[in-house]
């Protein structure tokens, strides 16, 4: 007899963490998972590549009104959340009710991406003053409170993430945060590309009995603006692209939480244990393979 193959609904599917996921996921025969890849627009050309795969469901609808997806898809073994600051919805609103929602239906094990706060032990108690930091402490705080007062059996785990690799492209955007990076000054910066997001969400997966419960940071790298010019070189042969301090600093006066969060690195800064997570996912990538695989 067959088994039925477990389904993992995947928030954010068509974007950087969800897609990554679902990549990780895609590479593993036989597939461990059945993804039901949540959009919010099933006919962009995004999702219709998603629709193309094999052992993927679209499904088209919002985590902020979860209770349709669970109508519509019994027995979901697992849940991948992420929220986005800065949308017209709330991150909280993006998350409360679907926990609420996952606890209801039974699911087994909800994996949440949230942000370093200072390493595994401070990150559980601070919650700093950047907003987007604050919006996420509170899901965390909501999940383990959920799942505690209602006796639910839904194990979790939390994935705090640092800053992208992926932020540092070569257009005006990717300069800005490359000058904001120069502004933190001698302290190092940690960081993890996208694609790793998505290897360890996995693996929190894929291994429960070491995932569960936890709340981990996650990170690939640390290092200060002046070692990675010369990391960057010696990797690609030619110089970062950068852009005047006066971009960074324009950007940080005026993107208000974007300026407190560079401060904050500045200050106090993300402390992931790297040597952890390179023990728990071994391909995860430094800056010089980054440069050189994605």
């Known amino acids: 007899l067959k088994m039925a193959i477990r389904k993992l609904l995947v928030v954010g599917a068509t974007g950087k963490q969800g897609g990554s996921l679902i990549t990780a996921l895609s590479g593993i025969s036989p597939p461990p998972f059945h993804v039901l890849a949540l959009t919010r627009d099933a006919s962009s050309p995004s999702a219709k590549r998603l629709a193309?795969?094999?052992?993927i469901t679209l499904v088209e609808g919002s985590s902020s009104f979860p209770s349709k997806i669970f109508a519509a898809h019994?027995?979901?073994?697992?849940?991948?959340s992420m929220?986005?600051?800065?949308?017209?919805?709330?991150?909280?609103?993006?998350?409360?009710?679907?926990?609420d929602q996952a606890i209801k239906h039974g699911v087994k094990h909800f994996v949440f991406t949230s942000v370093d706060r200072g390493?595994?032990?401070?990150?559980?108690?601070?919650?700093?003053?950047?907003?987007?930091?604050?919006?996420?402490?509170?899901?965390?705080e909501?999940?383990?409170?959920?799942?505690g007062e209602t006796g639910?059996?839904?194990?979790?785990?939390?994935?705090?993430?640092?800053?992208?690799?992926?932020?540092?492209t070569p257009d005006f955007l990717g300069k800005g945060f490359a000058s904001m990076w120069a502004g933190v000054g001698f302290k190092p910066l940690q960081l993890i590309s996208s694609r790793d997001v998505g290897l360890f969400a996995a693996k929190a997966f894929l291994k429960p009995e070491v995932f569960q419960g936890r709340a981990?940071?996650?990170?690939?790298?640390?290092?200060?603006?002046?070692?990675?010019?010369?990391?960057f070189k010696e990797t690609l042969g030619y110089e970062m692209p950068q852009t005047f301090g006066l971009v960074g600093w324009g950007i940080k006066k005026g993107v208000r939480e974007m300026g407190m969060m560079f401060d904050w690195f500045k200050e106090v800064g993300c402390k992931a244990d790297l040597k952890e997570c390179k023990g728990l996912v071994p391909e995860t990538q430094d800056f010089a393979s980054w440069l050189r695989e994605s």
């Open 119 to 140: 390493g595994d032990v401070v990150s559980d108690m601070n919650a700093t003053e950047i907003d987007h930091f604050v919006t996420k402490f509170r899901v965390e």
């Open 83 to 99: 929220t986005m600051p800065r949308t017209k919805v709330s991150e909280e609103d993006q998350a409360m009710s679907l926990i």
């Open 142 to 147: 909501y999940l383990k409170k959920r799942t």
């Open 52 to 55: 193309s795969k094999p052992n």
């Open 152 to 168: 639910s059996k839904m194990q979790w785990t939390i994935l705090r993430l640092v800053a992208f690799f992926d932020n540092l």
């Open 74 to 80: 019994k027995d979901i073994y697992g849940v991948f």
């Open 216 to 231: 981990l940071s996650i990170a690939g790298d640390e290092l200060n603006f002046e070692k990675a010019k010369v990391v």
